[in-house]
């Protein structure tokens, strides 16, 4: 079958690391994004690996190891604004986003 | 920035009426994308749609689903006989190209209340 896992949820305080694993299971891989939703709004890109290794963009970064169908979202210095659901997606063929359920951060003070 | 928009923001209409949500993408992207998202749940494919024609569409976008790009610049989506399980955040999206490594862009969505 076809499917993505992620935790449903993590706690952390301002100031600390964060790192949010995803697996996946699926045919016509093609990639893997970072989506971030506040409240049921935009999900706004945040990163995406085609290959494997990590790509750092600001406080986030992304990895992908495709030969174990992994990838993770590391949010370092974390802020109060990055409370929001992050959501991996894997891009198959024809460009289309299969979305994982998503992980709800909770940044504390 | 450019960005994709969505008309209305939120939709109330009546179970079997037909309703049709309104996206307005960036515009110099070629490739165009509906998802759905139930309260609570996850994002969920719905079609894409390339060269004014649907490239793909997922179980969930059956024969009451329909999509349009009726000028160079409007794509609607267009639920014939709404039923209640239809209610649900509504997200247009849309690419520039069909590389891989671009983003898909999303609007704010729309959403659907069915009664």
């Known amino acids: 079958g076809q499917s993505l896992e992620q935790p449903s949820e993590v706690t952390a305080v301002e100031g600390a690391i964060v790192q949010i694993n995803c697996t996946y299971q699926t045919s016509g891989f093609y990639g893997l994004s970072w989506y971030q939703q506040h409240d049921g709004g935009a999900p706004t890109f945040l990163s995406y690996n085609a290959l494997d290794g990590l790509e750092e963009t600001g406080r986030f970064s992304s990895f992908l190891s495709r030969s174990d169908s992994y990838g993770y979202l590391l949010l370092q210095e974390l802020q109060m604004k990055d409370s929001a659901s992050y959501f991996c997606?894997?891009?198959?063929?024809?460009?289309?986003?299969?979305f994982g359920a998503g992980t709800q951060v909770v940044v504390t003070p | 920035e450019p960005e994709v928009t969505q008309t209305p923001s939120h939709q109330v209409t009546q179970m079997g009426q037909e309703v049709i949500l309104r996206c307005v993408p960036i515009?110099?992207?070629?490739?165009f994308y509906w998802y759905r998202q139930i309260l609570g749940q996850k994002v969920e494919f719905l079609v894409s749609?390339?060269?004014?024609?649907?490239?793909?569409k997922s179980e969930i976008f059956d024969d009451q689903f329909s999509v349009e790009r009726p000028d160079g610049s409007n794509f609607t989506l267009k639920i014939r006989s709404t039923k209640l399980e239809d209610s649900a955040m509504y997200f247009c999206?849309?690419?520039?190209?069909?590389?891989?490594?671009?983003?898909?862009?999303f609007g704010d969505g729309t959403r659907l209340s069915i009664l």
């Open positions: 999206a849309s690419r520039v190209d069909s590389n891989s490594n671009q983003p898909q862009h």
């Open positions: 997606a894997v891009t198959r063929l024809g460009g289309k986003l299969q």
């Open positions: 515009s110099n992207h070629l490739y």
């Open positions: 749609f390339y060269n004014n024609e649907i490239s793909e």
